[in-house]
Nanobody, 123 residues
Framework: QVQLVESGGGLVQAGGSLRLSCAAS????????MGWFCQAPGNEREFVAA???????YYADSVKGRFTISRDNAKNTLYLQMNNLKPEDTAVYYC?????????????????WGQGTQVTVSS
């Protein structure tokens, strides 16, 4: 079993930055594909970014050039650096982990989920 705990959300003005963290425990973190998803009220959960075991990354078009996903395998921690935030980025952000190594932009391919952290961007 894997436990994921997100932190770092909050309220920020448009153009500001936040750094989300996801602490993982219970399984070998370094061999798992990891990702960030977000869900706004009334919307489905959407892909934000993913990172493979070797550090390869993939981003949703809406966040390319603004968000950076990274991982520290020694600390069993996943990060999402969010710059130039926009009001449309407002959502609950979820950390997710796969049992396999690869990158995937589909929520159904992830086996473990955190409880989510709220990000609110004011205009």
């Amino acid at each position: 079993q894997v436990q994921l705990v997100e932190s770092g959300g909050g309220l920020v003005q448009a153009g500001g930055s936040l750094r989300l963290s996801c602490a993982a425990s219970g399984r070998t973190f370094s061999s798992a594909g990891m990702g960030w998803f977000c869900q706004a009220p009334g919307n489905e959960r959407e892909f934000v970014a993913a990172i493979g075991w070797s550090g390869g990354t993939y981003y949703a078009d809406s966040v390319k050039g603004r968000f950076t996903i990274s991982r520290d395998n020694a600390k069993n921690t996943l990060y999402l650096q969010m710059n130039n935030l926009k009001p449309e980025d407002t959502a609950v952000y979820y950390c997710a982990a796969r049992r396999t190594l690869g990158i995937l932009d589909k929520a159904w391919g992830y086996d473990y989920w955190g409880q989510g952290t709220q990000v609110t961007v004011s205009s």
